[in-house]
DNA sequence: TTGTAGGCGTTATCAT
DNA sequence: ATGATAACGCCTACAA
C-alpha cells in the first residue's frame, strides 16, 4: 500500500479510503491511485484489514451435503447474491451429523465468518451462545418457525407435507405409508412426518396408523424401505415420502415386485429435483423454494451483519406438484 | 488472549504456542491454558492471526455453478477432505463466463485464499500473472494435460469421448451427431467433441461429417439441440452428448417424436449423473472420478500451500457406462 | 479533500 | 519451557 501511495504522490490514508470509499476521494486523485494499483497489482492484505476493520466481509455456511441437490441449488443463489452485496462464502457441511456441524460453526467463527447460515433450528444451546458471545448473527434456513428465538427465512416443512397428504386424501386413500429421512437431530424431515398425521387427523383418520419407515437419503435405501412397506398387512395403498430420492427408489421397488404405480400404489415425493420430472410416471411433489430462500438469506443475512438488526423471518411458499405417480384428481365434489 | 494468560497465569506467547503448537508447552500448562480457554469461549482473532502469520488455511475455489451436479459432488468431496488437512473453503462461482470468474479470483485473492481450486486451464495469461505475483499457487481440476505450465487433476476429456464414441462406432452407427456445451471459454466441452472426431477418424470416417450443435447444458436445451438434429437429412443414427443433462433432453425429444432409443437412434451422455440411472432406457455415459478428484485435490493444494512444492499433475480413469441408450454389445469378432 | 498517527490481536524471534 | 517484544499491513478518528 506505501508503495501504491508513493507512486500516486499520496499518503497511504488516501489510498485507503480510495479502495474503501472512493466516494470521499477526489476524481483525480483516485484516477491516479487506481492506476497505480493496477499497475503495481495491489491487491490489499487480507489479514491486515480484517484486524483494522473488525470485519471479513465473509459469510459461513454449512450446509448437510453438497451432494444433495436442494442444497447445492439453494446455496448457488445464495453465493450468487452473497457477492452481489459484495460478500464472500465460507463454505462448510456437516454431513447431518451435529458433532461436525458444531465443529464446523467454531471452525468458520475462527476463520472470522460475520455471520453464519445454518439449516433448521434445532442444535445445542451452547452454539447459540457461543456465537452469541462471538456476536456472530445467525440466519436459519429451510425451515419457517416464527416462534423460534432467531430469525430464519424458509418454508413451513409442516403445512407443505400436509398440503400434499390432503392431495392424496382426496383420492381415497386410507392406508398410508410415509418413507422418511432419519428424524432425529433434524427438525425438518420431523415436521413433515407430523404434516402427514396432521392431514390424516384433519379427515378423521388416526395419525397413530401411519406407518413409517425412517432410512438416509438415497435411491437405493428408498427402494428397500418401499419393500418393508410393501410386506407389510395390510398394505399401503399410498407412500408419502419425505425426499424425492427416497420416492424414486420407491416407484423404482414398485416397478420391481409388479406394482401399478398410481394404479397399484400412489407415491409422492418432496424436493422437485429434476429427476423427478424424468420419472416414469413422473413423481409427484412438493416444489420448495431453494432460490428465493438463497437469495433472501443474503439479502438478510447481509443486513444484519452490516446494520446488526435482527429482520422479522421470512415464509416463503411451496408449490404442491400434482404429477402421475399420485393419481388423477378425484372429480370435484358438486 | 491476554485474558486467557491472565487466567492462566501465563504470557500471551505461551496462549499462541499452546493453541499452533501444543507439544511445545508442558502438559499441566497446557490444561491450564485449555480450562481457560474453554471458560472463556476465546476465539482467536482471525484478522490478527492471518496478520501474524502470513496466512490464513483458507484454500478458494472457483467452479461454473453449484447448479451442475457434478461440481456440487466434485466439492463435496474436495470441502470434505480440505476440513481433515485443517482448511477452510471460500467458495465462488462464475457461470461459466470469463469476466465473473477473473473477478472471484481477485475477489478470493484478496480474501486471502492461501490457494486456489479452478476448473480447466483455459483463462487470461495475465490472470495467471497477477495470482504468481501474489504467491497464490493455483491448482487445475477437471481436466488432465501433463503439458500444461500448471499442475492439474483430472481426466482426460478427449480421451474419454473418444473411447465412448468408439463402443458407438462399434455399433456400427456412421452418421453420427453430437450436443455439446458451448465450446467458447470452455476447454473440457471443446476436448470432448475432439475425442468424437478423433474416434471416427481412427476408424476411417471423416472428422467433419459430425454434426453438431452447441447449446447450453440443461434438459430443455438438449431436446431442442436433439429435434434440430433429427430434422436434418440425412438423420443421424447416434447422438453423442456432452452432458446427462442433453442426453436426457434429446432421450425425451426423440421418444416425442416417435423414435425408438435404442432402435431408431441411439443417445450417450457424459457425467454419469443420478438422473442417467433413472431414465428410460438409462443413458449410457461416462462415469467421472468426481469425489477423488475433489479429494486428491484438497490433498495437491495443501501440500503446494504448506511446502510450496509443485506436484506432477494427476490423471483420473473414467469409466464407460454402456447402458441401453446406446444398445446392445455387437457379437465379439471371433 | 488529504495527511498524521495510534491501535487492531497474533505470531515469531530472541532471550532467559 | 516460558516471557518480552518487535513486527504484521491496514483503518479511522482527528487534525490540518
Redesign the pocket.
Known sequence: ??DVAHRA?????????C??APA???P???ERIEAAIRDLG?S??F???A????RTDTIGAIIPTLDNSVFARGLQAFQTALVEHGMTLLLASSSYRPDLEEAQIRTLVARGADGLLLIGHERDPALYDFLALHRVPVLVAWVHDPAAPRPSVGFDNKAAMEAMTSAVLDRGHVRLATISGHTRFNDRTRDRVAGVRAAMAARGLDPAALAVVETPYGIETGAQAMAELMARDPRPTAVICGNDLLGMGALRQARAMGLRVPGDVSITGFDDMELSTVADPPLATVAIPHARMGTTAAAMLTGMVRDGTRPDSVALPCEILLRASLGPAPLSPA
Not at 9 to 17: L, Y
Not at 51 to 54: G, P, S, T, V, W
Open positions: 500500500m506505501a504522490g499520496v499518503s497511504t490514508a488516501t489510498v485507503s479510503r479502495v474503501n470521499r476521494v477526489q483525480e486523485t483516485r495491489y490489499p492484505n489479514g491486515a484489514r484486524l483494522a476493520a473488525r
